[in-house]
């Protein structure tokens, strides 16, 4: 169903059109723009992809021409200045989905112009950006949310119902392990892989499922890892990392969880990534793997490299439909209509003076809300740190939290006095 001529729209911005982008915002915004979007709450609407900021525009044009009528005809803003270009064409949402480094500089030029923001995950890499963009979010009376697209996928969802419930009762430990294939770092991400890790980019997914799944206070961070194959065995590159989380609940018991990451496992692995989580609770044990779900498939001259042996349909899959339609849809797209509906909700769901109340509701959401993103990025600042030291010769640094000497507390080997990389509280 297409929208009627005369419903509103909500016009998007987009900061990066890398992979990210062809996997999850291209999809959302070609759906929304074929159909539009209806809620009770604020009637029919357009949705329209209306311009985008990238570093040559190469991208842009590329996809503006293969996508033809299936999408609205964009401006496109390249270079220094793109993302300022972009905002003065005027917007109600953007999204930034540049490498993560990066986020932080887009994120506050979007919110300053008074313009809600989504921002890939990691949202941002220090407790101090974080703690600025929050407050500058209140000022201008905006939404600043992150994507956490896994807490969508449905096995998590049943995890997280089963320990809302009571049913799965205390967690007391738990493992997760994210592998990409060698081509993630070497092509799709050979740009700006230099000087970063897999833990920042890929564990902050399942930090934030833990931080939120089973909430707690989160005590100390520590971390190790591996280098030399995408970079220098010296160098400040990393191939893969091993993140230990430790959390306290309110019953004085602690849960410990071990997060590892790469992105050097072999193209020829049979799914496009190798996901799993296992959690042990007082009661129960939860077993999830992402390769393990029943679908095997095997095509000459094509599996596992064109296409996977396994392959998660849950994420985000092509489909033509029973109808004949073909479609694009999974948890993936799922997150980004879901901050799309509470934009459209804030701004077109009731008066002008019931806004305020609107706002507060969505910015309560704290699957997304940029506010309770705390936990999740002092583990992010905590592990950048720790993997720093490392680099400059000096391992098993250890990070407390809200320590009695400051925030983010970094313990140094053989030192006693901490090194404090943030003085709030987390």
């Known amino acids: 169903?297409?929208?009627?001529?005369?419903?509103?729209?909500?016009?998007?911005?987009?900061?990066?059109?890398?992979?990210?982008?062809?996997?999850?915002?291209?999809?959302?915004?070609?759906?929304?723009?074929?159909?539009?979007?209806?809620?009770?709450?604020?009637?029919?609407?357009?949705?329209?992809?209306?311009?985008?900021?990238?570093?040559?525009?190469?991208?842009?044009?590329?996809?503006?021409t293969a996508a033809g009528d299936k999408i609205a005809d964009f401006q496109s803003f390249a270079g220094d200045g793109a993302v300022t270009q972009m905002l003065d064409s005027g917007l109600d949402f953007a999204c930034v989905a540049s490498p993560d480094d990066r986020h932080f500089g887009a994120a506050k030029?979007?919110?300053?112009?008074?313009?809600?923001?989504?921002?890939?995950?990691?949202?941002?890499?220090?407790?101090?950006?974080?703690?600025?963009?929050?407050?500058?979010?209140?000022?201008?009376?905006?939404?600043?949310?992150?994507?956490?697209?896994?807490?969508?996928?449905?096995?998590?969802?049943?995890?997280?119902?089963?320990?809302?419930?009571?049913?799965?009762?205390?967690?007391?430990?738990?493992?997760?392990?994210l592998l990409e294939p060698k081509q993630i770092s070497g092509s799709q991400f050979a740009e700006w892989i230099g000087g970063r890790n897999p833990?920042?980019?890929?564990?902050?997914?399942?930090?934030?499922?833990?931080?939120?799944?089973?909430?707690?206070?989160?005590?100390?961070?520590?971390?190790?890892?591996?280098?030399?194959?995408?970079?220098?065995?010296?160098?400040?590159?990393?191939?893969?990392?091993?993140?230990?989380?430790?959390?306290?609940?309110?019953?004085?018991?602690?849960?410990?969880?071990?997060?590892?990451?790469?992105?050097?496992?072999?193209?020829?692995f049979p799914g496009y990534v190798e996901q799993e989580v296992q959690f042990r609770f007082d009661n129960g044990l939860w077993n999830g793997h992402s390769r393990k779900r029943g679908v095997e498939c095997t095509v000459e001259d094509k599996t596992p490299f064109t296409i996977k042996n396994s392959i998660n349909n849950h994420f985000n899959g092509t489909f033509v439909e029973p109808w004949g339609e073909r479609s694009q849809r999974g948890y993936g797209v799922e997150v980004i209509e879901r901050f799309a509906r509470e934009v459209a909700y804030v701004e077109h769901g009731g008066t002008d003076a019931d806004r305020g109340k609107r706002l507060a509701e969505m910015q309560a959401l704290d699957y997304n809300d940029l506010a309770a993103d705390r936990q999740t990025v002092a583990t992010i600042h905590a592990l950048e740190a720790i993997l720093e030291r490392a680099a400059a010769g000096e391992p098993d640094c250890l990070v407390r939290i809200n320590d009695p000497k400051g925030g983010l507390a970094l313990y140094r080997p053989g030192v006693a006095e901490p090194e404090i990389l943030y003085e709030g509280t987390v």
């Open 109 to 177: 030029e979007v919110i300053e112009s008074g313009t809600h923001v989504i921002i890939e995950k990691p949202s941002v890499l220090t407790m101090q950006e974080l703690d600025e963009l929050v407050e500058l979010a209140k000022q201008k009376n905006v939404l600043a949310k992150v994507v956490y697209h896994k807490l969508f996928d449905p096995d998590h969802k049943k995890m997280r119902s089963l320990y809302y419930d009571n049913v799965l009762k205390h967690v007391n430990n738990g493992y997760c392990t």
């Open 199 to 268: 833990g920042t980019y890929v564990a902050c997914h399942y930090i934030k499922l833990i931080d939120f799944s089973f909430p707690g206070k989160l005590k100390t961070i520590s971390a190790t890892g591996q280098r030399g194959l995408v970079g220098p065995q010296d160098g400040n590159t990393w191939d893969s990392t091993q993140l230990r989380m430790v959390y306290e609940y309110e019953s004085g018991r602690n849960a410990t969880f071990d997060i590892h990451t790469s992105w050097v496992t072999p193209d020829n």
């Open 1 to 64: 169903m297409s929208p009627q001529a005369d419903s509103p729209t909500l016009k998007a911005g987009m900061v990066g059109m890398g992979m990210i982008f062809d996997e999850t915002y291209c999809p959302f915004f070609e759906s929304a723009h074929r159909e539009g979007m209806f809620d009770r709450r604020f009637g029919e609407l357009s949705v329209e992809l209306s311009a985008v900021a990238t570093r040559t525009g190469k991208r842009a044009e590329k996809y503006k």
